[in-house]
Structures are given as structure tokens and as C-alpha cells.
């Protein structure tokens, strides 16, 4: 199963996607959680230790990994193809919330081709973890799709657009799933979270309708979490709050796609 995670920044999306690896590791399968926000901090909500979080170098910043995958003996002319397997054995984190974690990173354009090694492995590592990998892959995408390029896009299974209840978090939920129909991700969803009174709950079922997409889950404010926010520590599932509403919703997204592949399934 294959879950990217979209938003604007700050709506909880990383919570989230931290939240639903978590669920699916206590439930005994093979998780790999992808950091792939240009700020990235899902390793603290996986419960690494800020130290341990601060020496991990995204792969996109790891100039000798980028050097070995792509040099030629030729200045200037760089590998397209080789093999990006062994990069999960060797740079996946064990969390203490049970998920392995990859720091993607992202590549910045610097109006110049130095970049170029850089994006062909990135592009060629998220290939392989939405198409090949057989584990759950959690991705917690930045509010763009622009790492799910066209064949690889169609492999994400499942699309959760996380906004609050602000006009702004809204437009760029709308923004994302315009973008996701044309990526061809067929199964985009809303989740509505930080949902605090039924005013908010009415707006996010609206944006829901408005942008013709279910609306996956009404994610409840939680003192909780908020209050972890503040200290930077993890949350972990208690059966309560806004942490038991993730793990409904992880339910019902594996039992969705155990669905699909029963229909793809030869008769």
C-alpha cells in the first residue's frame, strides 16, 4: 500500500502521516515512512531524539551518495540509469515508533545544471518506492506533487489532502488535487483535522464537496497533540483524540485497498 500525504504547511500533515505509520507497524507490517518536505521533521514524529534526527543528511544533500550513484569519468556528463535499492539498506533510520524513515529532501533550482545527479537520483529513488517496494510506504510530500512525476504518480494509491478549516489551507488543498487529477492519482480524499466546532466541520465537508473528493476523516483538535507541538515531542496512540481518529482512518484505508486488489485479482 502506498500513501502520500499532501498539504500546506503547518495544517498537521506530518502528524499524520507519522501517525498512520505508526498505526501500520503495531499492526506487524513492513513500513517505510518518506520524509520528502523540503522541511523535514517527520523523524521527530517518529520518536528519533533531536540529535539523532539532526545528523541525518537527506539523500538529496548526500553529495557523495549523489557522486557514486551518477559520476562518469566524462566532466559534465552524469549517469541516467543505476540502481537505488541498496540506498533504502543503507540510509532507512529504525524509528522507535517502529517504521524505517528516509529523509528524501528536496533539489533546489539554482539556474544551473549542478543539480541535474541530484534530481535523476531522487526521481529514480521515488520510482522505485512507490512502483517496486512491496512494504507500506508512507510519503509526507510537500504541498506540491512535484517528486510523483508522470509514472510514478499512478502507483500512489491513495491521496489524503490534509487541511484545517483556514481559507488558505483550503485553497491549497484545492490547488493539490487539481494537480494530483493530473498526475493521475485516481484515489485523492480530504482530511479534515484540527476540526474544533461544527462551523469547521461543516466548511471542510463543503471543500470536500466543492472539490468532488470524499472526505476521509474528521480529524478532532487535540490538547494533546498541540501541546506536543509545542514541546516538539511525539504523540503516540493512547486510543484516544485525535490519534484514535488517525487510527479509524488507517482502517478504513487498508481495508479500501485490500478491496482494489481483490478486483485486480485474476478470477
Not at 540510509?91 to 535523476?120: D, F, I, Q, R, W
Amino acid at each position: 500500500m502506498k500513501i502520500a500525504v499532501c498539504g500546506k504547511g503547518g495544517v498537521g500533515k506530518t502528524f499524520i502521516a507519522a501517525s498512520l505509520a505508526e498505526h501500520y507497524a503495531a499492526c506487524g507490517h513492513a513500513v517505510l515512512a518518506i520524509d520528502a518536505d523540503s522541511s523535514p521533521n517527520l523523524a521527530l514524529s517518529l520518536g528519533l531524539p533531536r540529535e539523532e534526527a539532526s545528523r541525518i543528511v537527506p539523500v538529496a544533500e548526500n553529495e557523495e551518495l549523489i557522486r557514486l550513484k551518477t559520476a562518469t569519468e566524462y566532466s559534465g556528463v552524469f549517469r541516467l540509469t543505476f540502481t537505488v535499492d541498496d540506498i533504502i539498506a543503507k540510509y532507512a533510520e529504525k524509528t522507535p515508533a517502529g517504521p524505517n524513515l528516509l529523509v528524501m529532501g528536496t533539489v533546489k533550482a539554482m539556474g544551473s545544471g549542478c543539480t541535474c545527479p541530484a534530481h535523476s537520483v531522487i526521481k529514480a529513488l521515488m520510482r522505485h518506492l512507490v512502483v517496486e517496494r512491496d512494504e507500506v510506504v508512507i510519503l509526507d510530500m510537500e504541498a506540491g506533487i512535484e517528486h510523483l512525476g508522470r509514472g510514478t504518480a499512478e502507483h500512489v494509491e491513495i491521496l489524503l489532502v490534509i487541511s484545517d478549516a483556514n481559507r488558505k489551507s483550503r485553497e491549497t488543498a484545492s490547488a493539490i488535487i487539481r494537480l494530483a487529477r493530473e498526475s493521475e492519482i485516481h484515489d485523492i480524499r480530504l482530511v479534515g483535522n484540527r476540526v474544533a466546532t461544527p462551523r469547521e466541520e461543516e466548511i471542510l465537508k463543503s471543500c470536500a464537496l466543492e472539490n468532488q473528493v470524499p472526505l476521509a476523516a474528521l480529524i478532532p483538535f487535540d490538547r494533546n497533540v498541540a501541546e506536543a507541538g509545542i514541546s516538539g515531542e511525539a504523540v503516540r496512540n493512547t486510543g484516544a483524540g485525535a490519534p484514535a481518529s488517525i487510527a479509524l482512518l488507517a482502517q478504513d484505508l487498508a481495508g479500501t485497498n485490500e478491496k482494489k486488489s481483490l478486483r485486480r485479482s485474476p478470477q
